[in-house]
């Protein structure tokens, strides 16, 4: 009994060592990416069509750009994002026949990260925690509003578990400057 304990143990903290190891790698990757974007005076634009205390939006980038604090920077168009979503069973996810859907809260968040140019990888996870403008979407999925709230619950908008997932897409893209996510995968406490 006492070794099982203590294989346990060793388990955990070996997974623990692996978890932060691969933490690192993703942060490293992360910062490589942003090492290399573009400077601010490569970016054209008219003066004519800003006034001048006109202030960037996400409806101003586009495909390949990122918008971080008020700047436009090009995207490492190797890198490819998937965003796992782990739910629970706040909402009305088990109901299927609900005409009321009410999406779960996404308990975890972790953004896988692949580079096809050199064939890494890594894993950002994001705190559920984290206080965003969540955009609350309609029953058509667009956004009819925003609010300062938790990034979790951007997963309780939605017409439907596909519209609630879309949704956390969005606010996570959002979170990282408009980050292309190229796909994702919910998973249910079930799971």
């Known amino acids: 009994m006492q070794g099982i304990k203590k294989f346990k143990l060793i388990l955990f903290a070996l997974i623990l060592v692996v978890f932060i190891g691969v933490l ?6 992360i910062e490589r990416k ?6 601010d005076d490569d970016i054209e634009y ?14 101003d980038i586009h495909d390949g750009q990122l918008l971080i604090d008020g700047k436009i920077y090009e995207y490492n168009a190797a890198v490819r994002n998937y965003l796992v979503i782990g739910t629970d069973y706040s909402g009305s996810y088990k109901d299927t026949d609900n005409s009321d859907y009410k999406g779960n809260m996404a308990d975890v968040l972790l953004l896988v990260v ?3 140019s050199d064939n890494n990888y ?6 559920r925690n984290t206080v965003i403008n969540v955009p609350i979407v309609n029953d058509e999925g667009e956004v ?4 300062m709230m938790q990034i979790c619950t951007a997963h309780g ?3 439907s578990p596909q519209m609630s997932s879309e949704n956390t897409v969005r606010a996570v893209s959002e979170l990282l400057g408009g980050m292309p996510i190229d796909g994702y995968y919910e998973l249910n406490m079930d799971t």
């Open 34 to 39: 942003f090492s290399r974007t573009k400077n």
């Open 24 to 29: 690192y790698k993703g942060i490293n990757v």
């Open 46 to 59: 008219d003066e004519d069509d800003y006034e001048d205390e006109y202030e960037l939006t996400f409806d």
């Open 122 to 127: 890594a894993v950002l996870e994001i705190d």
């Open 157 to 159: 908008y939605g017409a």
């Open 144 to 147: 009819n509003a925003r609010s």
């Open 114 to 116: 692949l580079n096809r």
